[in-house]
């Protein structure tokens, strides 16, 4: 994490991230204690617009993998992840405005062999929605 990251709080083995309509999270980083097997994020939309106009999720994935995950999701409406992709570790359902979900994953998966991203699928949103993930 450098020193301009805006790291999410992590309260236990969870933290709260959310999204905006401005296609912007309000964090780029997400540092996971060490002692955690398992972590969940809360995504909240605290925008307005409908999903297929603003929708946000969450999709955790090695760093390198992320362009083709998206490219290969475009037409998967309305997750934007294409079924079965095992280059995705975990993901969120896609929310709209006034939205919330959650999603839980195995830490083991993101220990080693990253870097490892969080970021949003939705077509156009990647290139302002992803942060860095690590486990401390």
Known sequence: MDADSRAADVAGCATILT???AMQFDADAIVIP??????????THVGTLPIG???????????A????IVADGMAATPRHIKPGDTRVIAHTD???GGGSTSVT???ALVREGGPYRFFCSFPGHLARMQGSLQVQ
């Open 19 to 21: 999204s905006n309509d």
């Open 65 to 68: 993998d992320m362009p083709a």
């Open 53 to 63: 106009a603003m929708g946000h999720n969450v999709v955790i994935a090695r760093a």
């Open 94 to 96: 896609m929310i709209g």
């Open 105 to 107: 994953f195995d830490v």
């Open 34 to 43: 060490a002692s955690c097997a398992s972590f969940t994020i809360h995504l």
